[in-house]
């Protein structure tokens, strides 16, 4: 089904962190279709490799670069490095992101702060990073944080839950303080997607979260990357601070 026209992103460069697997492959992989060059960065080295020669197969302008988010001097020298390229990178996707299930009470105080660092500060490294380089240069930009879609709480997933949250907020302040630079910043709010990472989860609890959405059956990779890719285009240039819920209905449905 064919739900943007051809080239629409012609001429754009996206920066996508965790680009190398799960949704984080299928933006860069949307955004490429649609014509942008694209930048995967993620830690797993063999696995951006790999990602990143599947989309020139697929005829998309890609490279990746090694990145940690949480490691303020690597994010600092990629944009050093961006700041050298004639190209301009637009476009920031910051889908980094993890955590660990476990019972609130059984959460260290060091797996705490370890999933905050990861998913709120690393986002918040990258976005200012992204920021300051474009106003060097006087570009505009658009970021799109990926979230989890968590208005319901977040039972034994309380770190990433926190740290999510903060994002949210980061992304509607950021919006306001942008703006005056020309950059929007939005996020897309996933809920059960059909993606590796559900590998990771009870598939006895994943199969009750299911059944019981409004929109009974797991999201698709290519919806989240949809969302992401409409909030980038020129179609939501009057679009900032919002996060999209694509997640079958379930923060209007909460299921345990």
Partial sequence: MRIFADGILKGRRALISGGGSGIGYAIARQLGQLGASVILAARGVERLAVAAKSLRELGIDAIWSELNIRAEGQVTQLFEELSRSERTVDILV????????????DISPNGFRSVVDLNLNGTWLMSHGFARY????????????????????????????????????MTRTLAVEWAKI???????????????????YDP???????????IARLGREEEVAAAVAFLVSDAATYITGETLFVDGGKQLAPVP
């Fill in 94 to 105: 910051n889908n980094a992101g993890g955590q660990f299930s476990a019972d609130a009470l």
């Fill in 134 to 169: 474009l106003r060097s240069r006087g570009n505009s930009g658009r970021i799109v944080n990926i979230v989890l879609s968590i208005t319901s709480g977040a039972p034994c997933y309380v770190h990433a839950g926190a740290a999510r949250a903060g994002v949210i907020n």
């Fill in 182 to 200: 020309g950059i929007t910043v939005n996020g897309v709010a996933p809920g059960v997607i059909d993606s590796e990472g559900l590998k990771n």
């Fill in 204 to 214: 006895a609890s994943i199969a009750n979260t299911v059944a019981r959405l409004p």
